[in-house]
């Protein structure tokens, strides 16, 4: 519950929420309808904050890694993950 209703959490991989804002780009280019338009729109500008959110996420952890074998382990795995090889 959230502000006394119900909300729904997930979890979505950085190259699955990228996937998801390129597809509902070309989708609200071509809906020629204005209200559908604006839901998907509702849904991308969701879609854009979590990218946001992780990119912050991200950078805070590159300032606040305790040691080098930290941020070496994090960055090779944060590498792998962006480029879908994990």
Do not use: W
């Not at 805070?60 to 944060?78: I, M, N, R, V, W």
């Amino acid at each position: 519950m959230s502000l006394g209703k119900p909300v729904v959490q997930t979890y979505l991989t950085l190259d699955e929420l990228q996937e998801s804002i390129c597809t509902l780009e070309r989708a609200i280019e071509d809906e020629p309808s204005f209200a559908q338009r604006m839901g998907l729109e509702r849904i991308l500008c969701r879609f854009l904050a979590g990218a946001a959110m992780i990119q912050e996420n991200h950078e805070k952890f590159l300032q606040d890694a305790p040691s080098g074998a930290d941020l070496e382990e994090y960055l090779t795995t944060y590498s792998k993950a962006v480029k879908g090889t994990f």
